[in-house]
């Protein structure tokens, strides 16, 4: 985030001429969101929907069609986000439905009495007929519901009798009845992109309404700094809240009886939010402060490619056989289609040349497949997917056995999709970085089935594709070509020419062996503290990754799985010689408390998770002396919570 982004000038973005979604997508990127790759998770007919009201003669806006059709549309993507619930078609809102409890915001914690049994009775009825939304003559008084809060205490909805508009406005549903949210839907997208991501990629600090009324100063300053977005103010739970912004950060006023903080300030930065907070003379501790909860990992800060002859890397995982030598080269196979493909970014062919697979600039993959040589004729099959919302920078082939085959996708945009032939592409991407894929290569090794990825930043990730084990090559920039052969020569190609690289597999993937025994172990028979230990093993595979909080969540997560003083949980005792073997790894990224989670299953009360551990403490003695004092703590408390207890 070297940019600075002044939201003191928003509200001139605002009345820039711009295509509908130009600017959520620029506030989304300014915020953290990524897009994910993939698949949408949420499509427009997956959202809830009531049995009645739904009136299928009425037009739907295009707007709110073009906002489900957009890759910017980040609900789509992540609608956890966001906690709301979508509606398809939009039902109806009407008279003889009334008001009721759902509607309204008895439970904002600070006004339980402005709920529907306090609406006014000009407002009972819905609109009230004096409403600044219709005539007072109009006919059709409906409102068509598109989206509600989670917990339906409020809802948003537009007017029928504007749904043949393009872009029609939106109105909220409160205790007081419907108000004005925001002037369009296109807008009405944009600002709630902006009320639920800042919250959760930002920094931020909530001031309680008692601190500002015992310092009125703070509002007159809020005013007299920082400018309004632009933005209608924000109605959901009746909180009234009006936008500020100011460099790199959003100040939202709470207004309204059910805003339950007066000010909530979110950051880009925590110097950001830090500012903000001191031009408002905000009191604070660093426990107010809330960091990110999602944090986009970081990239690799790596020079050009440039190893020499009888290199290694610390591990040993690989050496440099030679410089200079390429590999066999790949040439584009005889097929027609294939060669005259609009667009064509990217080519490769299986090791038996009986499939081929090409990548354009449109994010398209195309495969073809043959049961001869794919070079000697057209093949027998062609398959067209549109898997990338990026050029597709690089293709990979890959027989997995005798009858099953699979294509591998780069992009430009990070994005790695892996799919067998014989099935629809995984909806999830197979892995995503922040930077180009530029290479990919595939072969069947000695262990099995085997990928290589190089991105732009030049990490190298190579994948056991049999147990998901993963390394990662730290080789350099200018990655511009990998090539892989079955004895596990892996040809990197940068700006000095192709370099062998001699893999070694067992160096290279410590956990193959332990992914492939933790797929063994029937864990629907052991039991967790959520029920049957299904999820056991997919978390300890996580402990063994790279990315830092990947491996602290998955530590986490068993911590409620597995730890507990309730009888009858079984699944501890078989993690432990899976979670001990991931402690050996001196680069594993969660050992402190990794460590701390096997001496609290030593603390549950079952002899058969302290005996578990207690077998397993010759191998983990040797952390009293590590250097990290949280390691040697808990060391200690492994230790004393392994001695016998009264009675044993």
């Given at each position: 985030?070297?940019?600075?982004?002044?939201?003191?000038?928003?509200?001139?973005?605002?009345?820039?001429?711009?295509?509908?979604?130009?600017?959520?997508?620029?506030?989304?990127?300014?915020?953290?969101?990524?897009?994910?790759?993939?698949?949408?998770?949420?499509?427009?007919?997956?959202?809830?929907?009531?049995?009645?009201?739904i009136?299928?003669?009425?037009?739907?806006?295009?707007?709110?069609?073009?906002?489900?059709?957009?890759?910017?549309?980040?609900?789509?993507?992540?609608?956890?986000?966001?906690?709301?619930?979508?509606?398809?078609?939009?039902?109806?809102?009407?008279?003889?439905?009334?008001?009721?409890?759902?509607?309204?915001?008895?439970?904002?914690?600070?006004?339980?009495?402005?709920?529907?049994?306090?609406?006014?009775?000009e407002?009972?009825d819905?609109?009230?007929?004096?409403?600044?939304?219709?005539?007072?003559?109009?006919?059709?008084?409906?409102i068509?519901?598109?989206?509600?809060?989670y917990?339906?205490?409020?809802?948003?909805?537009?007017l029928?009798?504007?749904?043949?508009?393009?872009?029609?406005?939106?109105?909220?549903?409160?205790?007081?009845?419907?108000e004005?949210?925001?002037?369009?839907?296109?807008?009405?997208?944009?600002?709630?992109?902006?009320?639920?991501?800042?919250?959760?990629?930002g920094?931020?600090?909530?001031?309680?309404?008692?601190?500002?009324?015992?310092?009125?100063?703070?509002?007159?300053?809020?005013?007299?700094?920082?400018?309004?977005?632009?933005?209608?103010p924000?109605?959901?739970?009746?909180?009234?809240?009006?936008?500020?912004?100011?460099?790199?950060?959003?100040?939202?006023?709470?207004?309204?009886?059910?805003?339950?903080?007066?000010?909530?300030?979110?950051?880009?930065?925590?110097?950001?939010?830090?500012?903000?907070?001191?031009?408002?003379?905000?009191?604070?501790?660093?426990?107010d402060?809330?960091?990110?909860?999602?944090?986009?990992?970081?990239?690799?800060?790596?020079?050009?490619?440039?190893?020499?002859d009888?290199?290694?890397?610390?591990r040993?995982?690989?050496?440099?056989?030679?410089?200079?030598?390429?590999?066999?080269?790949?040439?584009?196979?005889?097929?027609?289609?294939?060669?005259?493909?609009?667009?064509?970014?990217?080519?490769?062919?299986?090791?038996?040349?009986t499939?081929?697979?090409?990548?354009?600039?449109?994010?398209?993959?195309?495969v073809?497949?043959?049961?001869?040589?794919?070079?000697?004729?057209?093949?027998?099959?062609a398959?067209t997917?549109?898997?990338?919302?990026?050029?597709?920078?690089?293709?990979?082939?890959?027989?997995?056995?005798?009858d099953?085959?699979?294509?591998?996708?780069?992009?430009?945009?990070?994005?790695?999709?892996?799919?067998?032939?014989?099935?629809?592409?995984?909806?999830?991407?197979?892995?995503?970085?922040?930077?180009p894929?530029?290479?990919?290569a595939?072969?069947?090794?000695?262990?099995?089935?085997?990928?290589?990825?190089?991105?732009?930043?030049?990490?190298?990730?190579v994948?056991?594709?049999?147990?998901?084990?993963v390394?990662?090559?730290?080789?350099?920039?200018?990655?511009?070509?990998?090539?892989?052969?079955?004895?596990?020569?892996?040809?990197?190609?940068?700006?000095?020419?192709?370099?062998?690289?001699?893999?070694?597999?067992?160096?290279?993937?410590?956990?193959?062996e332990?992914q492939?025994?933790?797929?063994?172990?029937?864990w629907?028979?052991?039991w967790?503290?959520?029920?049957?230990?299904?999820?056991?093993?997919g978390?300890?595979?996580?402990?063994?990754?790279?990315?830092?909080?990947?491996?602290?969540?998955?530590?986490?997560?068993?911590?409620?799985?597995?730890?507990?003083?309730?009888?009858?949980?079984?699944?501890?005792?078989?993690?432990?010689?899976?979670?001990?073997?991931?402690?050996?790894?001196?680069?594993?990224?969660?050992?402190?408390?990794?460590?701390?989670?096997?001496?609290?299953?030593?603390?549950c009360?079952?002899?058969?998770?302290?005996?578990?551990?207690?077998?397993?403490?010759?191998?983990l003695?040797?952390?009293?002396?590590?250097?990290?004092?949280?390691?040697?703590?808990?060391?200690?408390?492994?230790?004393?919570?392994?001695?016998?207890?009264?009675?044993?």
């Amino acid at each position: 985030m070297a940019e600075i982004i002044d939201y003191g000038r928003f509200a001139e973005r605002l009345q820039q001429e711009c295509l509908r979604w130009e600017l959520l997508d620029e506030v989304q990127r300014e915020w953290g969101y990524e897009d994910p790759g993939g698949e949408p998770t949420a499509s427009r007919w997956g959202g809830e929907n009531r049995e009645y009201g739904i009136d299928e003669s009425l037009p739907i806006p295009a707007a709110l069609a073009e906002w489900w059709d957009s890759p910017v549309n980040s609900f789509s993507f992540r609608p956890r986000l966001y906690w709301t619930h979508t509606q398809w078609p939009p039902t109806i809102w009407a008279d003889e439905y009334g008001i009721d409890d759902d509607f309204d915001d008895a439970d904002d914690g600070d006004d339980a009495d402005a709920d529907a049994d306090n609406v006014s009775p000009e407002l009972a009825d819905g609109l009230p007929k004096d409403n600044p939304f219709l005539p007072p003559d109009a006919a059709d008084r409906r409102i068509c519901i598109f989206m509600s809060e989670y917990q339906y205490c409020n809802q948003w909805g537009y007017l029928a009798a504007e749904a043949s508009h393009p872009d029609p406005r939106v109105l909220v549903s409160t205790g007081r009845g419907w108000e004005l949210q925001s002037r369009s839907l296109s807008e009405f997208f944009l600002q709630l992109a902006l009320e639920r991501l800042p919250a959760h990629y930002g920094w931020s600090l909530r001031v309680h309404r008692s601190d500002v009324e015992a310092d009125p100063a703070i509002t007159e300053r809020l005013t007299a700094s920082y400018r309004e977005l632009g933005l209608l103010p924000w109605q959901e739970m009746g909180t009234d809240a009006l936008a500020y912004g100011g460099p790199d950060a959003l100040i939202h006023h709470g207004r309204g009886r059910g805003a339950g903080y007066a000010i909530v300030i979110h950051g880009r930065t925590r110097d950001a939010l830090l500012q903000v907070v001191e031009t408002l003379g905000i009191t604070y501790t660093d426990k107010d402060i809330e960091p990110p909860a999602e944090v986009p990992q970081p990239l690799e800060d790596l020079g050009p490619l440039a190893p020499a002859d009888g290199d290694t890397d610390a591990r040993e995982r690989w050496r440099v056989d030679s410089t200079g030598v390429a590999p066999a080269a790949v040439t584009v196979p005889n097929i027609a289609a294939l060669r005259a493909l609009p667009g064509r970014s990217a080519t490769a062919i299986d090791q038996d040349a009986t499939m081929a697979a090409a990548g354009d600039a449109e994010g398209r993959v195309h495969v073809w497949e043959s049961t001869t040589e794919a070079t000697a004729a057209e093949p027998a099959a062609a398959l067209t997917e549109p898997l990338h919302r990026a050029p597709v920078s690089a293709v990979a082939c890959l027989r997995l056995d005798d009858d099953l085959k699979a294509v591998v996708s780069g992009d430009a945009h990070g994005v790695l999709r892996y799919w067998r032939t014989d099935c629809h592409p995984r909806p999830l991407p197979f892995d995503r970085r922040r930077t180009p894929v530029t290479a990919l290569a595939a072969a069947r090794l000695a262990t099995g089935p085997a990928l290589a990825c190089a991105w732009a930043d030049g990490l190298v990730r190579v994948w056991d594709l049999a147990s998901d084990a993963v390394a990662r090559l730290r080789l350099g920039t200018g990655i511009e070509g990998l090539a892989l052969e079955a004895d596990g020569t892996l040809y990197v190609t940068g700006p000095s020419g192709p370099v062998a690289l001699r893999l070694a597999t067992d160096r290279l993937w410590p956990h193959r062996e332990l992914q492939l025994r933790l797929d063994a172990v029937d864990w629907g028979s052991y039991w967790s503290a959520r029920g049957p230990a299904h999820a056991v093993p997919g978390l300890i595979g996580k402990i063994a990754s790279d990315h830092k909080k990947t491996a602290m969540d998955a530590v986490h997560d068993l911590y409620r799985l597995l730890v507990s003083k309730s009888a009858g949980l079984t699944a501890a005792a078989p993690a432990v010689p899976f979670l001990v073997e991931l402690m050996t790894d001196p680069d594993n990224q969660a050992r402190s408390t990794l460590l701390l989670l096997i001496a609290d299953i030593a603390d549950c009360d079952s002899e058969e998770n302290r005996a578990a551990v207690r077998a397993a403490l010759p191998t983990l003695r040797h952390l009293h002396d590590d250097p990290q004092s949280s390691i040697r703590w808990a060391a200690a408390e492994m230790e004393k919570n392994c001695a016998p207890r009264p009675g044993e």
